[in-house]
T-cell receptor
Framework: DAGVIQSPRHEVTEMGQEVTLRCKPISGHNSLFWYRQTMMRGLELLIYFNNNVPIDDSGMPEDRFSAKMPNASFSTLKIQPSEPRDSAVYFC???????????FGSGTRLTVV | DQQVKQNSPSLSVQEGRISILNCDYTNSMFDYFLWYKKYPAEGPTFLISISSIKDKNEDGRFTVFLNKSAKHLSLHIVPSQPGDSAVYFCAASGGTDSWGKFQFGAGTQVVVTP
């Protein structure tokens, strides 16, 4: 099992550009979560999907953020336009109905300059 | 509003000694708690869990204690080893429509010194 796969590992972009982060959950897991990690607030839940359907997006900071899960094996988190305060590490995690424990990806470190 | 708080951003402990990490929460609906461990440039990995029907759970060198009345949990690592140097996150969930929706603390950086 390759685990949760995120790409890219690092992204540096200029303010105003569109950024797309990608995630492939563990096969068979039916829930997917996007988290953002910052020094001040730790891990914050942005949005989560259950069976490809967005269940709760109350953590999405503003309309510049959007997430999709077109199928069970792929999800994207898009920021458009990006701002310097979006700089953080973004983690994707997946879990199954059998356990509430997450398996996290290695994260995408986003730097907006 | 941070519902899960880890008030100690860092902890330094000598190898062989006990590490005690603390976590406080404000939501009385939380009934399931996890600890995750995170190394640099890696995602957090699951360490140990406890549900509110218990007040202690042990797994090898790791023990989690839950004090529901104080809304407090702690993680004990005995004995601490250099490989335990990492950031530790406390996470909690519970309440209506909360399945899988965890609130995380800000993390505690543990450094185990020789």
């Amino acid at each position: 099992d390759a685990g949760v796969i995120q790409s890219p590992r690092h992204e540096v972009t200029e303010m105003g550009q569109e950024v797309t982060l990608r995630c492939k959950p563990i096969s068979g897991h039916n829930s997917l979560f996007w988290y953002r990690q910052t020094m001040m607030r730790g891990l914050e839940l942005l949005i989560y999907f259950n069976n490809n359907v967005p269940i709760d997006d109350s953590g999405m900071p503003e309309d510049r953020f959007s997430a999709k899960m077109p199928n069970a094996s792929f999800s994207t988190l898009k920021i458009q336009p990006s701002e310097p305060r979006d700089s953080a590490v973004y983690f994707c995690a997946s879990s199954s109905t059998v356990t509430e424990r997450y398996t996290f990806g290695s994260g995408t470190r986003l730097t907006v300059v | 509003d941070q519902q899960v708080k880890q008030n100690s951003p860092s902890l330094s402990v000598q190898e062989g000694r006990i590490s005690i990490l603390n976590c406080d929460y404000t939501n009385s609906m939380f009934d399931y708690f996890l600890w995750y461990k995170k190394y640099p440039a890696e995602g957090p990995t699951f360490l140990i869990s406890i549900s509110s029907i218990k007040d202690k759970n042990e797994d090898g060198r790791f023990t989690v204690f839950l004090n529901k009345s104080a809304k407090h949990l702690s993680l004990h690592i005995v004995p601490s080893q250099p490989g335990d140097s990492a950031v530790y996150f406390c996470a909690a969930s519970g309440g209506t429509d909360s399945w899988g929706k965890f609130q995380f603390g800000a993390g505690t950086q543990v450094v185990v010194t020789p």
